[in-house]
């Protein structure tokens, strides 16, 4: 049996101190409420049931049948996502389209958790170094699964994936979310490829950051060299490392992969090209204080 009731205050608070029922559900609405600045729409509830499963609907009329839609669990789903994914809901509504049938037309669910961790598996630890491997992997489990992990593929909303980023950003800064954003994207991507009835809910447009604001702007003077170059020559391995960076201006992997075998007689030091960032082979000269200088590992 179903019983309903109504209150005009909705958040965290209020689901929690929602009572049980003695038996079958409650559904409890949300009529002209408004949380975090965004409007409950119609129909937007949540039901709980005797055993104390709570979860979100939303409730609507297309000609004269009524459906329910159930939304998520509680606390898998935010009151704010849940009241968002409903107003999504609900202008799909009013254009006419039924969402409880679009499900029935779906293939069996695989949630975001299951294609991140296909991702990782079959793609990223198999071509990825192990060093750009880590961080994606920690950026998936940290940040991403458990904001959308849950979430069916299918089901999966561009505005899930904003609110996503924006908590990234408050919480991990600007920088971090455009990180996350590209690598949920290559993920989606390729997952994309494999699969006809998915399409990726990445757009453009939803970066925090844009590139120049990104770019460095601060460089060391001549002055600042001056005072840090002597000082290297009691740095050992790092010093030897941090000088040969200096006067090639070659990115940190390349010099510290240097090995001597790449260097020629002619002291052109010869980058192969699958160390090198343009998939080429990168001809450096070395000057005569590079050559004193520089690290090259053994062979």
Known sequence: MTRTQHLSKLNEEAIKRLPLPETGNRITYFPGAVLQGTQVPRGFGVRVTASGAKSFIINYRIKRDEYRYTI?????????????????????????????????????TKTVNGLLDEFLQRYVEKEAKLRTAFPIKRAFDQLVKPSIGKIGIYELRRSDVAQMLDDVADERGLVMADKTLAWLRKAFNWYASKDDKFNSPMVKGMARTKPKERARTRVLSDGELRIIWPLLADAGTFGT???????????????????????GEDAIWTIPAERYKTKLPNFVPLTRGTRHHEGAAED
């Not at 201006?249 to 790449?262: G, I």
């Open 241 to 263: 490392m941090l000088k040969a960076l200096l006067l090639t201006a070659q990115r940190r992997d390349e010099v510290a992969n240097m090995t001597w075998r790449e260097i």
């Open 72 to 108: 998520g669990s509680y606390p898998d789903w935010s009151a704010l996502r849940a009241v968002r994914e409903a107003r999504n809901l609900r202008q799909r509504i009013d254009r006419g389209e039924n969402p409880l049938e679009d499900r029935k037309r779906l293939p069996t």
